[in-house]
């Protein structure tokens, strides 16, 4: 016999929950099936410990998708103030660290069991360490095949999340069931990840791991400015993170070094002011000093500044400001924060998250085509995503 409800759920993570918690308050009987031994362990392990739960400034234009248009209407009906007015409900303490990123002052801990305690008060059951055997779609509508039994419902939502980090639980588990009903999925890759090095780039780089400098890192039209970490494989950081989303093996990546000053203008003070100074002295005033000084071991002419000419300092200007990062690929899912691609969204409603071709069939958060920067735009996804759906269940 199967055990029947109103919407079942597969994926106890942030979109999941977000999902039940909504459909739950308006009266659904909801179940969520997560495979893991615990809910939202994406949610513990995010910022630090501190989960960076929404960006202040989300929109649209905060997010990759083959259609950038299919996240909008998600995000400005459940808007970062929305999340902001549940936490303050729960009373947990919070501060916005940069760049509109809230934080939670304590734990992580204290978001999980906020979505918790709204689910157990919007009557919610939550099966944890329950993997789904086969998922089939006849009479009576969707049915779960689990090892505790069956659960049907005239409603599935996937919230399965993408491949990243996949000793926390995660599978293409999302993008087998869309395939399994026919739905298009767009090829996936590691996005928000370390960029790696190799041959003589990786030699340059490798014993300056551990330094780290703000620089304007740039590839395809998009760029951000924010700091490099140089690590042992490679390079990281902030700004590394958000330019790898729009980076490719293959593609042009160029770093400005000096991204707060002119940097003519600059070398040229620095000429008048110490002209028996060497270049690397000078550029050790702006970067990191080991790194200054490899840039005038390999790339740039260290002399006095006294003997650059005028059209010398422009060129390393130029160099500086423009300078080519030849990266060998990423670090991949192990430790990427995201998956790119995913659930194509012209298969789906932007305003219910439903399968157009496949009534009662929905995908939520990150499984689907949207991916967010860094800073707290992936779960301000995940929680618009999953209230959408939770509106239309
Ligand atoms: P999520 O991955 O949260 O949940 C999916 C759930 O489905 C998991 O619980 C998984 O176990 C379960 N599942 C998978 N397959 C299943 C199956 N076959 N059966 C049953 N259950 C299954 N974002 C942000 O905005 N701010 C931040 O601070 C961070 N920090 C961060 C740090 C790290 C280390 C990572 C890896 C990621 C982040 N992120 C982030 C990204 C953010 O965690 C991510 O985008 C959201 O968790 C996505 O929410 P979902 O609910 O879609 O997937």
Redesign the pocket.
């Known amino acids: 016999m199967a055990e029947a409800f109103d919407a079942l759920i597969?994926?106890?993570?942030?979109?999941?929950l977000m999902c039940a918690l909504t459909a739950g308050r308006r009266g659904r009987r909801v179940l969520v099936?997560?495979?893991?031994n615990r809910?939202?362990?994406?949610?513990l392990?995010?910022?630090g410990g501190r989960?960076?739960?929404?960006n202040l400034g989300a929109g649209p234009d905060n997010y990759l998708s083959a259609n950038p248009h299919y996240c909008k209407s998600a995000l400005a009906r459940y808007t970062p103030w929305d999340f902001v007015a549940m936490v303050e409900r729960h009373r947990i303490a919070y501060h916005e660290k940069e760049l509109g990123q809230l934080f939670c002052d304590e734990s992580s801990k204290l978001i999980v069991r906020m979505l918790l305690e709204e689910c157990a008060a919007a009557g919610v059951r939550i099966e944890v360490g329950?993997?789904?055997e086969r998922v089939r779609h006849g009479p009576g509508g969707f049915h779960l095949d689990t090892a505790r039994g069956v659960f049907s419902a005239p409603a599935l939502v996937v919230?399965?999340?993408?491949l990243?980090?996949p000793s926390?639980?995660?599978?293409g588990?999302?993008y087998d069931i869309a395939r399994q009903f026919g739905l298009n999925v767009l090829p996936t890759r590691a996005g928000l990840v370390p960029l790696t090095l190799s041959g003589k780039h990786a030699e340059r780089f490798h014993d300056l791991s551990g330094v780290a400098f703000p620089v304007e890192a740039r590839c395809n039209g998009q760029s951000f400015r924010n700091r490099m970490l140089i690590t042992h494989r490679g390079v990281s950081g902030p700004a590394i993170l958000q330019i790898s989303s729009y980076w490719q093996p293959g593609d042009d990546l160029r770093l400005d070094l000096l991204p707060a000053v002119d940097a003519f203008d600059w070398l040229r003070q620095q000429q008048a002011a110490r002209p028996a100074a060497e270049l690397k002295t000078v550029l050790a005033d702006a970067l990191p000093r080991r790194f200054a000084q490899r840039l005038c071991e390999v790339w740039l002419p260290n002399r006095p500044m006294r003997q650059f000419r005028e059209a010398e300092l422009r060129g390393i200007a130029a160099q500086l400001a423009d300078w080519p990062l030849v990266a060998s690929g990423t670090e991949g899912y192990r430790t990427?924060?995201?998956t790119l691609g995913g659930v194509d969204t012209d298969e789906l409603s932007s305003s219910t998250m439903m399968a157009r071709r496949v009534p009662g069939l929905f995908f939520?958060?990150?499984?689907v085509d949207v991916t967010?920067w860094l800073?707290?735009?992936?779960?301000?996804?995940?929680w618009a995503s999953?209230h959408a759906a939770g509106e239309a269940l």
């Open positions: 597969v994926g106890g993570g942030a979109a999941g099936v997560e495979h893991a809910v939202g362990k994406k949610i392990m995010s910022g989960c960076n739960f929404t329950c993997g789904v919230a399965t999340g993408g990243s980090i926390m639980g995660a599978t588990f999302g990427a924060e995201v939520i958060g990150e499984v967010g800073g707290g735009y992936n779960f301000q996804w995940a999953g």
